[in-house]
């Protein structure tokens, strides 16, 4: 997401063979001018630019325009310019007028949207061109590979990127937070499920009615958009011991996914909001803030506690950094339901391929732009992507990549690092090595690793984690051997062929669970259980189980595909 990921699911149309593609812009292999040259970078002889655009709607917010030192370094090593485009509402709009027109960027990041794209015969397959042009895609890849192609019906590649490859988890992506400020004003109380959550919450908000001069604000969630599934509906999932699947979950007895919001345990997750709510303790502007007004609410540090993933209100706790007021940053805690559960944030789930970068049938140089991705692949890429440029953001000490001081410090403390160097930009959803992932001198491609991480965190924050007896975060949470690793990867992942009627139906579950949640959560406790049950009812209306059933088969045949 992603989530989140982040996280939703797609639409699209059918697909064109990649020598149609060759033949039909005149680009014959053999004749092909642009090959890259041994010992040489330049993609081109001339230089040339690529259009690109993304369907992920929050990428935009870090981008540098193609201007920054690193996508200028870029530039002056392979003669190539990017000219990106993000995604503004809703994506899926922007895809089915390319869809439908056939006119494309050359590149495209269509994100759980992609089956448009494929649907259409607008991606060209990759196969060919990464055997004869892709060494470096190749080697980046390896076994992986095999992971990336599409499905049980089309194995054929047609994007690159997600996701990063020999990734280490260090931190927690999703959690429930509370301010720091809080949990030292309480001693550093044992918090370990939403019961003691609550209890600390509504402690410190009768201790403190008010926060500079404004009224302290419990507990907020955001429901803006597709973002409702982040802070809203995923965790009702988390708190009920299930992995982030996206929409789905992955029931071993029955060895069967269903939608999670059918799960009678996540219903009494709602029940809690619907009471957070009833005594005053869930902001009342929940339902209605923009993006932008949850994120300014935060950063006025009035805020005590959140529901969300890091990347979802990281923006607004650096700008509490800025202000010098980290201790109303956020600690981040794996809170469930009850102890029978266990926060499943680092359930193993293996390589899970999925979606990536795409080259389209509107590209006039296909073997140009695989060249590129393959480029992108090399080592020097990856650690110009990671680290910036060797002596100006970086240096190599006792033949180890750091930081220097004022890039350590910008990366830290500069919610405008990003787009102010490039350092990081191109790490999704480009193809590339995770962090933790080491190259052939043992040094880390990623400038994020345990250490680093732990160099990062305020002082509040090593406060916190120190009360607790752990150095990260993700210490806190259950590890990774308290889960089996699932055969298909990530559930989110599986893209639903766009002309089926299970596509149909999942956007109207869609539509009815952003009406039917927020009208249970605020409803007077006495009706929950009646909503609740309109609830489910329209969902099964809706073709709930028509769409379960298909998706178990996408499942099989993604278990299928890469047993093979």
Same mark, same amino acid.
């Given at each position: ?239 009920? *011991? %299930?992995?982030?699947? /996206?929409?789905?979950?992955?029931? +071993? @007895?029955?060895?069967? &996914?269903?939608?999670? $919001? ?90 899970? *391929? %999925?979606?990536?970068? /795409?080259?389209?049938?509107?590209? +006039? @140089?296909?073997?140009? &732009?695989?060249?590129? $991705? ?191």
């Amino acid at each position: 997401m992603l989530e989140s990921k982040k996280k939703l699911l797609a639409l699209g149309m059918c697909i064109i063979l990649l020598i149609s593609l060759v033949s039909g812009c005149n680009k014959k292999i053999e004749e092909e001018k642009s090959v890259q040259q041994t010992g040489s970078n330049k993609i081109s002889e001339t230089p040339m630019t690529f259009s690109f655009w993304s369907a992920d709607t929050t990428a935009g917010q870090m981008d540098d325009g193609f201007k920054s030192p690193v996508s200028q370094k870029i530039k002056e090593l392979t003669g190539v310019t990017l000219e990106k485009d993000f995604a503004v509402g809703d994506p899926r709009e922007k895809l089915s007028f390319m869809a439908a027109s056939g006119e494309y960027t050359d590149l495209v990041y269509a994100v759980e949207y992609s089956n448009i794209v494929v649907d259409a015969g607008g991606f060209i397959k990759l196969d060919e061109l990464i055997e004869e042009y892709g060494p470096n895609i190749k080697k980046l890849y390896g076994d992986n590979l095999a992971r990336l192609k599409y499905s049980e019906a089309d194995p054929s590649i047609y994007f690159l990127g997600l996701p990063t490859v020999g990734e280490v988890r260090y931190e927690p992506e999703s959690g429930f937070e509370l301010q720091h400020a809080l949990l030292k004003e309480l001693g550093y109380p044992k918090i370990e499920t939403l019961q003691d959550y609550e209890d600390a919450i509504k402690t410190y908000i009768e201790k403190y009615p008010e926060i500079d001069g404004k009224p302290t604000i419990g507990m907020s969630v955001l429901a803006d958009d597709w973002r409702i599934k982040i802070s809203v509906t995923n965790p009702a999932l988390f708190a009920t *011991g %299930g992995p982030d699947d /996206g929409e789905w979950y992955f029931n +071993k @007895d029955t060895g069967k &996914a269903q939608i999670h $919001l059918t799960r009678p345990e996540e219903k009494e997750y709602f029940r809690w909001l619907n009471h957070m709510n009833d005594i005053g303790l869930l902001d009342p502007e929940s339902f209605i803030q923009k993006y932008d007004q949850y994120q300014a609410k935060i950063a006025e540090g009035r805020v005590l506690a959140l529901a969300d993933s890091k990347w979802n209100y990281v923006d607004a706790e650096q700008a509490l950094v800025a202000a010098g007021i980290a201790e109303r940053g956020y600690a981040q805690l794996p809170l469930v339901l009850d102890k029978s559960y266990k926060f499943a944030d680092f359930r193993p789930a293996g390589y899970s *391929g %999925g979606y990536g970068v /795409g080259i389209t049938t509107s590209c +006039k @140089d296909p073997i140009a &732009a695989i060249k590129f $991705l393959d480029w992108m692949c090399t080592d020097e890429a990856q650690i110009l992507f990671r680290w910036g440029i060797e002596g100006e953001h970086y240096d190599v000490v006792d033949g180890k990549r750091q930081f220097n001081d004022e890039t350590f410090r910008a990366w830290k403390e500069d919610a405008d690092f990003a787009t102010k160097t490039g350092v990081g930009v191109y790490s999704w959803p480009w193809p590339g090595y995770g962090n933790g992932a080491l190259d052939s001198n043992g040094d880390y491609y990623s400038p994020i690793f345990k250490q680093s991480i732990i160099d990062t965190y305020t002082e509040p924050e090593k406060e916190t984690l120190a009360a607790y007896g752990v150095e990260t975060w993700k210490e806190l949470y259950p590890s990774e051997d308290n889960f089996e690793p699932t055969p298909f990867g990530v559930l989110w992942l599986i893209n639903i062929p766009s002309d089926s009627e299970a596509t149909i139906i999942m956007q109207k579950y869609d539509e009815i669970t952003a009406k039917r949640i927020p009208a249970a959560i605020l409803a007077d406790p006495a009706d929950f259980d009646g909503l609740w049950e309109i609830y489910q009812e329209e969902l099964v209306d809706a073709g709930i189980h028509e769409l379960e059933e298909e998706f178990n088969k996408l499942i099989e045949g993604k278990t299928k595909l890469w047993s093979n």
